[in-house]
């Protein structure tokens, strides 16, 4: 496409974050013999006792690479565009995925569901933790800069609003459910950010450059 750097390109890396984290759930299940997706968490797949850890952790690792590196030229592609509460809201979900590929990285569960170790408290507790309250921020964030200015950036406000939608599904479902679908109710939570990381990377690659051209359009006329 005409005009595109390298680094719009490379914010497409959003996508395949995307496709090797349904690839390292898909995969990793297949490697986990009597994994059930339906009452089992993802990050199950991970646990360094588990039969999948090699293939999982492998494809989880390439998920995160992809995930930092678009954020972080989403981060550069939106500097002196849109305005600050949306550009902070885009920093902190940029170090939100860095938070979350080196504290998953360096502490993944020991076993399914939780042990009770060191390694699970920091993951469960810490890492998460850290992690679910800077995506909510983040989110939040971007959904008030996104409906600011004349919602100038009202769609990817909107995208973010049904990601925090998801969200809140998740550890909602996760307590009501039966336990038979607690995994399918985590998912919800999971696969919004990912799906996210993925749009993110698509507004990297076009959708900035073509809103500040049409709302530059707009004042013109």
């Given at each position: 496409m005409k005009g595109k750097?390298?680094?719009?390109?490379?914010?497409?890396?959003?996508?395949?974050s995307l496709i090797f984290y349904i690839l390292h759930a898909v995969v990793g299940a297949m490697n986990y013999p009597g994994y059930d997706w339906r009452s089992q968490a993802v990050s199950d797949l991970t646990a360094t006792n588990a039969p999948s850890f090699v293939v999982a952790n492998g494809l989880t690792s390439i998920h995160h690479l992809f995930a930092c590196l678009s954020s972080v030229l989403v981060c550069i592609i939106?500097?002196?565009?849109?305005?600050k509460v949306l550009r902070f809201g885009i920093y902190l979900f940029a170090v939100m995925n860095w938070v979350s590929a080196i504290g998953y990285t360096l502490f993944p569960l020991t076993d399914s569901g939780y042990a009770g170790t060191f390694q699970d408290v920091m993951h469960v507790y810490v890492v998460t933790g850290v992690v679910v309250v800077l995506s909510i921020?983040?989110?939040?964030?971007?959904?008030i800069g996104g409906f600011k200015d004349h919602k100038k950036y009202q769609s990817l406000a909107i995208w973010e609003a049904v990601t925090l939608v998801f969200m809140f599904?998740?550890?909602?479902?996760?307590?009501?459910?039966?336990?038979?679908?607690?995994?399918?109710?985590?998912?919800?939570?999971v696969y919004s950010v990912a799906v996210f990381n993925a749009v993110l990377g698509l507004y990297g690659f076009v959708f900035i450059d073509k809103v500040e051209e049409n709302f530059k359009y707009r004042k013109d006329v």
């Open positions: 750097t390298l680094t719009n390109w490379l914010c497409l890396s959003g996508i395949a939106i500097q002196g565009k849109g305005n921020v983040s989110i939040s964030l971007i959904i599904i998740g550890p909602i479902g996760t307590s009501i459910v039966p336990n038979a679908y607690f995994g399918i109710a985590e998912r919800f939570s």
